[in-house]
Every structure is written in C-alpha cells, then in structure tokens.
C-alpha cells in the first residue's frame, strides 16, 4: 500500500491547512489511518486516528483544532488544521495499519512539511 500526503506549507499562526492522504488500495480495508509529525531532532508523535468505524482520537495538544476525516470513495484520509500554532511546525506523516486481510500490516507515507510562522 503506498501513501501518499500533501497539503503542507508556509501559514501564519492562527491561519488553516488542509492536509490529505492519498492510498493506493482502499482505506476500507485499514483498520486504523493515523498522522504523525515529527520536529527535527524529536521522536515522531502521534496526531490523530480514525478507525474504519469512524471513531476518532487526538493528541491533547490539537484537540479542538485540528479535525480527522475520511472518503472511502477517494481512498484519502484528511487532516484539517485549525488555528495553528508555531509549536505545529513539523513534518507531517500519515499510516495506515490493517490488522487482516490482502493488505496486513502497517504502512508510512512519505511527509509533508507544514511551517507556521509570521
């Protein structure tokens, strides 16, 4: 399975981005698609999750900004973020994990990279 995440650029604090997971094969079949990030120097931590049921859990630090999706019908996953913070700068990954089936296992997308600066 192949990920493949855009959407990262240059916003200012406060501003909006939309960032989106692209799979190869059908999210249907995931059991869980995740985001992480990763800051330079820094383990990579979690982000967000959506499970093949819809059901959602964020990172305390981006609840209630940041927003988790997904369209089955375009095998993509999406992150909206919301009054972004400089401490948000860092490369976005998105994962996919499938605990059965044609495509078990767990895989990373490339990174986008998203900078919140003035």
């Known amino acids: 399975v192949q990920l493949q995440a855009s959407g990262g650029g240059l916003v200012q604090p406060g501003g909006s981005l939309r960032l989106s997971c692209a799979a190869s094969?059908?999210?249907?079949?995931?059991?869980?698609m995740r985001w992480f990030r990763q800051v330079s120097g820094k383990q990579r931590e979690f982000v967000a999750q959506?499970?093949?049921?819809?059901?959602?859990n964020y990172a305390e630090s981006v609840k209630g900004r940041f927003t988790i999706s997904r369209d089955n019908a375009k095998n993509t996953v999406y992150l909206q973020m919301n009054t972004l913070k400089p401490e948000d700068t860092a490369v976005y990954y998105c994962?996919?994990?499938?605990?059965?089936?044609?495509?078990?296992?767990?895989?990373w997308g490339q990174g986008t990279l998203v900078t919140v600066s003035s």
């Open positions: 994962y996919a994990e499938a605990y059965g089936g044609t495509w078990r296992g767990n895989y």
């Open positions: 094969e059908s999210i249907s079949s995931m059991n869980f």
């Open positions: 959506i499970s093949n049921l819809g059901s959602k």
